[in-house]
């Protein structure tokens, strides 16, 4: 149903159990669940492009936030989870690009998608570092920053 309307207030919740122990890094979550939320209840495509182009700036964003922490600490696991966010960077990326080119069925797995990726990373991955990280390292920036950021050390 082809609808423009403000959808139900959201399907998700974010479960307090996948706390990592760091507000920012917890909001950073949150605004993932967030983001699924609204590409699966709208159905108008203003709103679903700018929620699948955000998703992109965030994961890059919040990634980066994170990793940087994790260098901070000297986080032993840092390389095994880069290389796990690099893997869902490039679906999330790939997903954004098929839907900007048209192929408007691209979203329809995809907030499945993220949020069967965030559960299983959080819990396999994410809270393993929750006794590493502490507030002094964290880069408390908005998302935004760090994702072009992160795209500058990427451009390099």
């Keep these: 149903m082809e609808n423009d309307e403000c959808p139900s207030a ?8 996948l706390s990592v122990g760091n ?20 159905r108008d495509d203003g709103v ?17 936030r994170e990793e940087k922490a994790m260098r901070a600490v000297g986080y032993r696991r840092l390389a095994e989870h880069q290389l796990k966010h690099e893997r869902f960077k490039a679906r999330i990326k790939a997903i954004t ?3 900007q080119d048209g192929m408007k069925s691209a979203v329809e797995g995809l907030p499945k998608l993220v949020l069967d990726w965030f559960a299983d990373h959080v819990l396999k991955d994410d809270l ?7 507030d002094g390292v964290v880069d408390g920036r908005p998302l935004a920053f760090l994702a072009l950021e992160a795209d500058a050390k990427q451009s390099s």
């Design 10 to 17: 959201g399907l998700l919740i974010w479960p307090e159990e």
């Design 23 to 42: 507000s920012v890094l917890d909001d950073d979550h949150k605004a993932f669940i967030d983001l699924a939320n609204l590409i699966m209840e709208w």
């Design 97 to 99: 690009q098929m839907y």
């Design 48 to 64: 679903i492009a700018s929620a699948v182009s955000m998703l992109e700036e965030y994961v890059q964003g919040h990634f980066f």
């Design 128 to 134: 393993q570092y929750k006794n590493w990280i502490n």
